[in-house]
């Protein structure tokens, strides 16, 4: 099981927290403007990085707010000097 | 390629066992092919079985990073059945179980299938509504299907527990007959000894890093961890690393790779009769033929690579099994393992072209691509050899996101992700 710091609670057991996927995907912010291929890559691509990948988690069974966290793939061990509010 | 028979075991009986050859050959990779498969699981290893065989495309080579069948192929629950919702996914389920049914004799290989039949147990009323949903789609789609009591759930699988005090009782299960279960590692490795048997090359230990194209961008050549090879017909068949390796070529898909858990107990002797399998409370668990009961559990919540998950995700499948099976309370586990799987959207997978001329994928198959390895490497060698989408395949291109085409068996409840 993960141990994953929640930049609100601290560090905190994965069963507290629920997975969000991938961080930064921004919706389109006029979508009725927005052409089917950003509109896909926005709904279905992610990068699904082997490395590095940035993320959110939710701290749900906690303080419920999100927050973003870098956690290496390979291994997942978080950089914890990154995670962010 | 040296037969097996019975004359041959009793040949070498009497020989001291010195006569057997290796299956395959360890081949070295030649400068350019006219084919080349990046992935030697089941999957791939078919698919370059399938180029020989029945298109002539004997300059074929399996490239595997590792060695072959130690990916998904060797560390799933080996679990084969075809009873899927959408008319799409039943002729491409049903397309591999065909293949399934004399795939020993073709290969001249035991893959030990035994069609001893998939049970899919129902714990609500919502569950019952969607197996008898898929029994009667089934039906239309000419695949074997049919719901079962509780009372004849248990005939079927004695030690089932059928109490209705349980905290997830069974209303009922959907059974389907001609699934069951084959050995993985035979799989594997029947097609790699059938396709060397035509020449094709089977490279272990030869990792893809780069694919390079050509001025007007179709493939050229892979760049690997052996060297450079040409060729401008790829395939890939990378499971739960297909995003890294398509992304060489700069594609990307609508994919994500979880793990996925699975464990083995000790071996025992036959307790549980056939595969059973509970989507709701992510259960399922078959008995091999060595005798230890084979267990699946749910996919982890989060991406990852490192083929291992956590814990808890199988103490939960386990206080699932203890409850429907209270006979094997006091079993001991013996391994645990996980896998990396592909996952799309909308749980299916997908085969084809891309929008790099020459080269074609065939991954997201998720948690279930066991069972379709045979069909899988048929279409995509198909695919391949004519560089158009085989009809079975064509609805699972890669465009289908795009144009909102979904073939969502992700919502039809009874699939197991």
């Known amino acids: 099981m993960l141990i994953i710091n929640c930049p609100y609670c601290g560090p905190r057991p994965e069963l507290e927290f629920s997975y969000a996927g991938q961080a930064h995907v921004a919706r389109p912010a006029d979508p009725s403007a927005t052409g089917d291929d950003e509109w896909t890559a926005y709904l279905y691509l992610r990068t699904n990085t082997r490395g590095v990948h940035a993320e959110r988690w939710r701290h749900a069974r ?10 290496d793939t390979t291994t997942d061990r978080f950089r914890r000097d990154l995670s962010e509010r | 390629m040296q037969k097996y028979s019975a ?10 066992q010195r006569g057997w050859q290796s299956q395959w050959r360890r081949a070295s990779p030649a400068p350019e092919y006219d084919a080349i498969i990046i992935g030697g699981g089941g999957h791939g290893l078919a698919a370059a079985y399938y180029l020989a065989a029945e298109h002539g495309i004997t300059r074929t ?22 009873n899927y919702l959408f008319d799409e996914s039943a002729r491409l389920y049903d397309h591999a179980l065909d293949l399934w049914q004399d795939l020993a004799q073709v290969l001249n290989y035991n893959v030990m299938y035994s069609p001893r039949g998939v049970m899919m147990l129902a714990h609500g ?91 007007s961008g179709a ?9 450079l090879i040409k060729s401008r017909r790829i395939g890939v068949s990378a499971a739960g690393f297909s995003s ?56 982890d919540a989060y991406t990852s690579y490192t083929q291992r998950g956590a814990l808890h995700v199988n103490s939960h499948t386990l206080a699932a099994i203890c409850e429907l099976f209270p006979t094997l309370r006091r079993m001991r586990m013996l391994r645990n393992w996980a896998g990396t799987v592909d996952v799309t959207t909308d749980r299916s997978p997908i ?52 144009d909102g085409r979904l073939i969502d068996e992700a919502a039809a409840a009874a699939v197991a992700h």
């Open chain 1, 62 to 71: 906690g303080c419920a707010r999100f927050f973003n966290a870098l956690r």
């Open chain 2, 7 to 16: 004359w041959a075991l009793l040949r070498e009986a009497f020989g001291g």
């Open chain 2, 61 to 82: 080579a399996v490239l595997e990073k590792s060695w072959i069948g130690g990916g998904s192929t060797g560390r799933n629950t080996t679990i084969v059945r075809s």
């Open chain 2, 125 to 215: 009323v919502h569950d019952v509504q969607v197996l008898k949903r898929h029994v009667h789609a089934n039906r239309c789609n000419g695949v074997t299907n049919e719901w079962l009591s509780p009372e004849e759930a248990k005939a079927f699988c004695p030690p089932l527990n059928i109490e209705p005090n349980i905290r997830y009782p069974v209303l009922g299960a959907a059974l389907q007959r001609r699934g069951g279960t084959a050995r993985h590692d035979a799989v594997a490795w029947g097609y790699a000894r059938a396709a060397d048997a035509l020449g094709v090359d089977i490279v272990e230990n030869c990792e893809v890093t780069g694919i390079r194209r050509d001025a």
């Open chain 2, 219 to 227: 493939v050229a050549a892979v760049e690997t961890s052996r060297g």
């Open chain 2, 244 to 299: 890294v390796v398509i992304g060489l070529a700069g594609v990307r898909l609508p994919i994500e790779s979880f793990p996925l858990q699975a464990l083995v107990s000790e071996p025992v002797k036959p307790v549980v009769p056939c595969v059973v399998m509970s989507g709701s409370i992510h259960a399922y668990i078959s008995q091999s033929d060595k005798g230890e009961l084979v267990i699946g559990a749910g996919t």
């Open chain 2, 351 to 402: 085969i084809g072209k891309t929008p790099v001329p020459g080269l074609y994928v065939n991954c997201g198959w998720g948690t279930g691509g066991f069972k379709a390895t045979p069909g899988a490497g048929h279409l995509l060698a198909w695919t391949m050899a004519h560089d158009e989408p085989h009809p079975i395949v064509a609805p699972f291109n890669i465009e289908r996101f795009r």
